[in-house]
């Protein structure tokens, strides 16, 4: 089981609830899993079977640098975050570029 | 000041010379200003004088017809930007905030928007040419703080713009229950009860504290030379911290695919995180294709002030709840950031940041983005961090005060430590917090006694969570030992030396074998910006994994010439190669063979690392405060930081000397004057005052190294948390030198001294 | 910048003739450090530059002794302050001169250059004024002579005529126990424009002050001379009485603006501060009592 911890403006979704225990070994089966859980939260983080653009999602308290994909251990924390990259991340217009 | 490393090091935490060095102290490192190409036309930009205008006609008939002028460009000549006329705060349309920040489409939102831009044959012909430009303005009523712009019945800058919920700090959720004027988004950051810790507090404090706009203030301003030839391919020589962020911005503000921009780096003069977004590179672009002729453009100084990101002003409350013992109960915030006219000030990373130092069990910070008739703020060098913690460092002091316990105990009683969690619920893990606060305890600053009057020190902490991403880097070893190191990361802080140390290490050469280079977009993998603090961190894997790659090929190649199996074939740490029987290779030796043995050598890696060590600062510094006069000055200085491992100490003592500086100046002299009007008065380095050489001490650093378990080298970021502390110590010096609390900075002398002076 | 004529002068005449041809367009070039950027900025019109760093009188230093000091207007701070006579018998100058810009402004700013921009805020004008310096002026009508403290007449404007301009500054040698001081307020240690200066001298006789003139800029249109301190210091030693006398007089007559720089309580308050500061530096030096310019 996996703890997801709810940011405070999602937890209305949740029953109020901070923290939610699901299943999934990577965060994408977290997330699906999450949704029935807290309806509607799966369409608010994922867009066309990605990750939303900005959203950064976090493992043990580590940025997930492969997204969706990111593996997750066993009693793992997950944590919806705000970006915290800084200089590195305040670009306008970053979400989604046409690489 | 360097605390003993944890592991033997050859060249990782000596100080090896700038390989960019010479070329820049002699003048010959090429700038964007030193680009100069055949046939190339120099272009200007002209700009609003108000604040708020309805763009109602350009008329540039008597422009044109100046000889030399070749062509005149407003936002219409622009692709038009997709959304260009949905609602803008319910599309959260981040591209068309982004062409109209660039140039303004059918209104001015600040005093210094870019309105129109020309290319002639001289620079002189382009500014005579300016003034013949002649645009009729409908003048709009500016909103010009924060309160003013979320007032009731404020008048919306955006008028279709609503309140939205954020998920994260770029993630626009649901419109909000609470629609404030000019308010793009609210984020809020909660764990615990925050209720249950006010109602466990024996004291509560509360207090409102505001910050001005300051600008990073690199002394190379913006500039950018664009060629769009023929083909329909697109050049651009510029300045900039993210070459690929660039040619990104120029793709979707042009409409071009990635494949046919090319961006050129040139070395650049500071950035502090003003150099990301595009201001004029997409009208160099334009201009070039109107006139096909390589079109150069720079910005004069005024324009930097005038029409480029500084950091937010801010407004921002905290209350806090403890025990008589000092423990935390509760820890809650208000936070107002402007972000200029369009949103995305980094409020959110000030609610992240600010309690972070401390353990608290139950936290809120409400983080609202303000739109203003100011400019679009860009990222400044931890952005965001500077006024939350300027707010709840000043706080703390007051609540020490009035505990009657040290303000430097009160914040170890409190230290947040292995397990501790943030506001954002994550758990920290190996941070150097509790030592860095130790470290300050023990210090010569701190155990020092303060004599004379009018003085007072004062302490703060900081907090910044440093960034990982994308970085490429490839390695080519040369036939006489030496390696070429090509990075996508450029270079501002002595990244070229922390890289080519870093490698150095792996390979187990010499600094000076390896000659690092920073290539252009079309040479390398996509690479972030040089920014967040990341650069020797990411960019630092990157290279260590190209130089594994070495190894392991080198490895096989010995095994190859002395006809032995690869497993037997040990690549060393000191740089030798050894196989059985007593065999070895140095690198310079193998490397001399490669070419008659099956060819060169490459290594290269492409990486996206996790874990990224946040990083925690203490300052200390004591003041002077004339009593006459109010003017503080700032008499000694210390800054103290868990740096991971210091690569090179030399340039992590100045990224903490210089972000320590560029918070000194928001504490005391920097900041954006606006008359009623919203026109902005002080847009030159006379009257935005940063600090001088003269204006402040030698910064004594202490380096505290806790190396980053999610490191090769144990890197931690350290650019941004030095800029972090520096506004709340400096204002706690104050208080205990006059008795007065600043809680609003600039605490300039005309400020400081109405406080000082008997009421009229 | 603008597109603009230069010619370099080697004769006061011929300087003369050159400004007179170029009319109301045509501008003396002394070290260029306000003139070069407002051409830039173009905040003033300008057709012709004329150099006067080639007129012999212009770049002149002397300070012979007993005869005062006849400083060529487009002398450079760098070269008055490394000259030793002037460093000892006109302190308050160097205090202005080595304050002007930073090294490298001052490698070209002038003291003439200084009072012909005419600037409110101005370091090198209260000095002179303190000092009872006259500017030498050169002009078709021949030379004139006018005090420096008549020579302002408002931001930006002075007394010379078309085709006029300042050869030379002429200050009287220092009376026997005398001693002035220059002191202004910047937020910063360097690279400011003052948000009040001040200048004081004194001259005592007997243990009286005999002579007192105190001059305080960046706080009205010109620098303003204030006469009610130096009468509330003559006549009588010099006390904690006299000189709180003095810096009340200075408040009471300045007529600050508010602006980015500063706001009027400020200068009103500041102007007191270094008048008090100015005035006992001064009467240091009038018992030859070293005051370094910048400590
Ligand atoms: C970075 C910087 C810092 C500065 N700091 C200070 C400061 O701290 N304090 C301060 O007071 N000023 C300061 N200044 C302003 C300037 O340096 C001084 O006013 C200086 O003394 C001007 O002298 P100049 O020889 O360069 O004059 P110029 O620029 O050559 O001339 C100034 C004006 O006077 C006219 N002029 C010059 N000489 C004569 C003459 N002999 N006869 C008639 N007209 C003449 C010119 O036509 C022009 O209008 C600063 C300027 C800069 C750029």
Redesign the pocket.
């Known amino acids: 089981m996996a703890t997801v911890f709810i940011p405070a403006s999602l937890r209305r979704l949740c029953g109020d609830r901070h923290s939610v225990e699901v299943e999934g070994a990577t965060l994408r089966q977290v997330i699906e899993n999450l949704d029935p859980e807290c309806p509607g939260i799966h369409a608010l983080i994922v867009e066309e079977g990605m990750l939303r653009p900005g959203i950064q999602l976090a493992v043990n308290g580590s940025t997930a640098a492969t997204g969706l994909l990111r593996e997750v251990p066993a009693d793992a924390e997950v944590q919806i975050l705000p970006a915290m990259s800084g200089g590195a991340g305040e670009a306008p217009g970053r979400g989604a570029p046409p690489r | 000041m360097v605390a003993p490393a944890k592991k033997p090091y050859r060249v990782v935490g000596s100080r090896p010379v700038r390989p960019d060095g010479t070329d820049k102290v002699t003048g010959r490192a090429n700038y964007g200003a030193d680009i100069r190409l055949p046939g190339m036309l120099y272009g200007r930009v002209l700009r609003s004088p108000h604040a708020h205008a309805r763009i109602v006609r350009i008329d540039a008939a008597k422009a044109l017809a100046l000889p030399g002028v070749k062509a005149v460009i407003t936002q219409a000549d622009f692709p038009a930007a997709e959304d260009a006329i949905t609602d803008l705060g319910e599309t959260a349309s981040n591209l068309k905030w982004l062409v109209d920040n660039v140039l303004a489409s059918d209104r001015a939102l600040y005093h210094g928007h870019a309105v129109a831009a020309l290319a002639a044959t001289d620079p002189h012909v382009a500014e005579d040419a300016l003034a013949l430009i002649e645009v009729e303005y409908e003048e709009l009523p500016p909103v010009l703080s924060v309160h003013e712009a979320m007032a009731e019945g404020a008048p919306r800058v955006h008028p279709n713009m609503h309140t939205v919920e954020m998920l994260a700090r770029f993630s626009p959720g649901p419109r909000s229950e609470h629609d404030i004027p000019n308010a793009a988004s609210h984020l809020r950051l909660e764990i615990g009860d925050l209720d249950q810790g006010f109602a466990e507090a024996e004291v509560v404090i509360e207090r409102e504290y505001e910050t001005g706009t300051a600008h990073q203030g690199y002394i190379e301003p913006h500039n950018g030379t664009a060629l769009w030839n023929e083909s329909g391919e697109l050049t651009v020589w510029l300045s900039t911290q993210g070459p690929f962020m660039m040619r990104d911005q120029l793709a979707r503000v042009l409409k071009l695919p990635v494949s046919k921009i090319r961006v050129i780096p040139m070395e650049i003069g500071g950035g502090f995180g003003g150099k990301i977004p595009v201001y004029m590179e997409p009208m160099a672009a334009v201009l070039s294709k109107k006139t096909g002729r390589p079109v150069k453009m720079i910005m004069q100084r005024d324009e930097v002030l005038f029409g480029t990101g500084p950091t937010s002003a801010t407004y921002v409350r905290v209350k806090l709840g403890a025990k008589r013992d000092g423990t935390l109960t509760a820890a809650e915030a208000y936070l107002a950031y402007e972000a200029g006219a369009y949103p995305g000030s980094p409020v959110g990373a000030g609610g992240m940041c600010m309690f972070s130092p401390y353990s608290v069990p139950n936290q809120r910070a409400d983080c609202y983005d303000v739109i203003v008739n100011k400019p679009k703020v860009s990222a400044y060098r931890a952005p965001g961090a500077p006024a939350g913690s300027f707010a709840m460092e000043s706080t703390l002091d007051e609540l020490a005060e009035q505990l009657d316990i040290d303000p430097l105990e009160l914040r170890q009683r409190n230290a947040a430590v292995d397990g501790t969690r943030r506001i954002d619920g994550a758990a920290f893990q190996s941070i150097g917090n509790e030592a860095v606060m130790r470290a300050a305890a023990e210090s010569p600053h701190w155990n020092s006694e303060l004599q004379g009057e009018n003085r007072g020190r004062g302490i703060a902490m900081g907090y910044w969570g440093n960034g990982g991403l994308e970085s490429s880097a490839y390695a080519t070893v040369n036939r006489d030992g030496t390696v070429g190191l090509v990075l996508g990361s450029v270079d501002i802080g002595g990244q070229r030396a922390a890289l080519a140390m870093q490698i150095a290490e792996t390979l187990g050469i010499d600094y000076e074998q390896v000659k690092p280079i920073v290539v252009d977009t079309d040479s390398i993998g996509f690479t972030a910006v040089t920014g967040g603090s990341r650069t020797t961190f990411a960019t630092g894997w990157a290279v260590h994994e190209a130089g594994l790659e070495i190894r392991r090929e080198l490895e096989a190649r010995a095994a190859r010439i002395w006809e032995v199996d690869a497993s037997l074939v040990h690549y060393d740490d000191d740089g030798v190669i050894r196989g059985p029987e007593d065999r070895s290779f140095t690198f310079r030796e193998i490397a001399g063979q490669l070419h008659r043995t099956g060819g060169t050598v490459q290594g290269k890696a492409d990486v996206m690392p996790e874990g990224t060590g946040p990083a925690f600062a203490c300052h200390i510094v004591d003041v002077e405060v004339d009593p006459d006069t109010a003017k503080v000055e700032v008499l000694r200085y210390t800054a103290i930081q868990d740096v991971g491992t210091a690569i090179h100490p030399d340039y992590v003592e100045g990224q903490i000397q210089g972000g320590a500086v560029q918070g000194i100046g928001m504490a005391l002299t920097e900041e954006y004057v606006y008359d009623d009007q919203g026109r902005l008065r002080n847009a030159s380095l006379?009257d935005y005052r940063m600090p001088t050489t003269l204006d402040v001490p030698q910064i004594d650093t202490i380096l505290v190294e806790e190396p980053n378990p999610g490191h090769p080298y144990g890197v931690r970021g350290v650019g941004e948390v030095p800029i972090v502390p520096p506004l709340a110590a400096v204002a706690n010096a104050i208080h205990q030198a006059t008795g007065v609390r600043t809680r609003r900075l600039p605490a300039s002398p005309r400020v400081l001294l109405e406080e000082l002076l008997p009421e009229e | 910048m603008q597109d603009l004529r230069y010619a370099r002068a080697s004769s006061v005449a011929e300087a003369a003739r050159l400004l007179a041809d170029g009319g109301p367009t045509a501008?003396?070039?002394?070290?260029?450090?306000?003139?070069?950027?407002?051409a830039r900025e173009r905040t003033?019109q300008i057709t012709l530059?004329?150099d006067?760093k080639g007129i012999p009188e212009?770049v002149d230093l002397r300070a012979a002794n007993g005869e005062g000091l006849t400083l060529g207007?487009?002398t450079?701070?760098h070269q008055i302050y490394g000259d030793a006579a002037v460093t000892s018998s006109y302190p308050a100058l160097i205090d202005?001169a080595s304050?002007?810009?930073?090294t490298?402004?001052q490698g070209?700013?002038?003291?003439?250059?200084?009072?012909?921009?005419?600037?409110p805020?101005?370091?090198?004008?209260p000095p002179l004024i303190a000092l009872g310096a006259s500017a030498l002026?050169a002009g078709p009508g021949g030379e004139r002579r006018v005090p420096v403290a008549r020579f302002t007449t408002g931001p930006g404007q002075n007394v010379?005529e078309e085709g006029?301009?300042?050869?030379a500054l002429e200050v009287p040698a220092p009376a026997p126990a005398s001693g002035a001081r220059f002191l202004?307020f910047?937020p910063r240690n360097?690279?400011?424009?003052?948000v009040v200066n001040v200048a004081s001298s004194l001259r005592f006789d007997g243990g009286e002050v005999v002579e007192a003139c105190v001059v305080v800029g960046a706080a009205a249109p010109t620098a303003l001379v204030v006469e009610a301190a130096g009468e509330a210091l003559v006549g009588s030693p010099l006390s904690e009485e006299s000189i709180a006398a003095a810096a009340a007089a200075a408040r009471d007559a300045v007529r600050p603006i508010d602006d980015m720089r500063g706001s009027i309580r400020q200068r009103r308050h500041l102007a007191g501060v270094l008048t008090e500061r100015t005035l006992r530096d001064a009467a240091r030096r009038a018992r030859g009592e070293e005051v370094v310019s910048h400590p």
Do not use: K, W, Y
């Open positions: 006379l | 501008r003396v070039l002394a070290g260029g450090t306000d003139v070069i950027v407002q003033r530059f004329v006067i212009a207007a487009a450079p701070c202005a304050l002007i810009g930073g490298a402004i070209r700013a002038s003291f003439g250059g200084n009072l012909c921009n005419s600037s805020a101005a370091d090198g004008v002026i010379l006029e301009f300042v050869v202004r910047i360097e690279m400011d424009i003052a």
